[in-house]
């Protein structure tokens, strides 16, 4: 399974409609600075897929900092999240995410 690409608008509009689970992989010092205020943290270096929110029937986004870290591991992410409708990961991450104006916390 490969890991597709979303951009902020269609993320936002998903997560209002519950349609989708953002999971934001992060290290603690990245989150404890800024973060999505939706995203559940579950950091790369010690991901653990069963750690992941439930997320059954719905669509499964990553994000980090730039949109390279979940790029470079999509593979991997979107095979640990066999539930999920589907898998994506955020373009440009929380950057792109700031860049249209969208909240954080």
């Not at 991901?47 to 990553?62: A, E, M, T």
Request: glycine residues 8%; neutral net charge.
């Amino acid at each position: 399974m490969s890991i597709k690409t979303i951009d902020p608008q269609t993320l936002k509009s998903w997560i209002a409609e519950d349609k989708a689970v953002l999971v934001d992989v992060r290290e603690a010092g990245e989150v404890a600075r800024e973060r999505i205020p939706a995203a559940h943290h579950m950091p790369l270096s010690q991901f653990d897929p069963s750690g992941l929110p439930k997320h059954d029937g719905k669509i499964i986004v990553y994000h980090c900092a730039s949109g390279g870290r979940t790029a470079q591991f999509g593979a991997q992410l979107a095979n640990v999240s066999q539930a999920a409708n589907d898998v994506f990961h955020l373009a440009g991450g929380i950057m792109s995410w700031k860049m249209q104006g969208f909240e954080t916390a």
